[in-house]
């Protein structure tokens, strides 16, 4: 069993910053990435940044220059910062984890039950 927590979501005015902390536990053998996803109703999920476990991170094109993710993968971490918040950021946003739960096993994607970012004045 693998539980993926989510904290920090919140209410912030345009321009404002507000910094996602998401934790994974349970039965890891390894994380191989780690990563953040939004969703807005009536929207599919789309992918807001990823790292992995060596250090190689991604970004979707609009939160480039605003958003850092950056983790700790001896702690099973991972954190997103969010500066310059546009209103289109937001949505709830969800913490991904790919992990194997055996030295021997496959990875397998676990999902977080999201937190709620509004961006408004």
């Known amino acids: 069993q693998v539980h993926i927590v989510e904290s920090g979501g919140g209410l912030v005015q345009p321009g404002g910053s507000l910094r996602l902390s998401c934790s994974a536990s349970?039965?890891?053998?390894?994380?191989?990435?780690m990563g953040w996803y939004r969703q807005v109703p009536g929207k599919e999920r789309e992918l807001v940044a990823t790292?992995?476990?060596?250090?190689?991170?991604h970004y979707r094109t609009s939160v480039k220059g605003r958003f850092t993710i950056s983790s700790d993968y001896a702690k099973n971490t991972v954190g997103l910062q969010m500066n310059s918040l546009k209103p289109e950021d937001t949505a709830v946003y969800y913490c991904?984890?790919?992990?194997?739960?055996?030295?021997?096993?496959?990875?397998?994607?676990?999902w977080g039950q999201g937190t709620q970012v509004t961006v408004s004045s």
């Open positions: 991904n984890a790919f992990v194997a739960t055996a030295p021997q096993s496959s990875v397998r994607g676990y």
């Open positions: 790292i992995f476990d060596n250090g190689t991170t």
């Open positions: 349970g039965s890891i053998s390894r994380i191989t990435v």
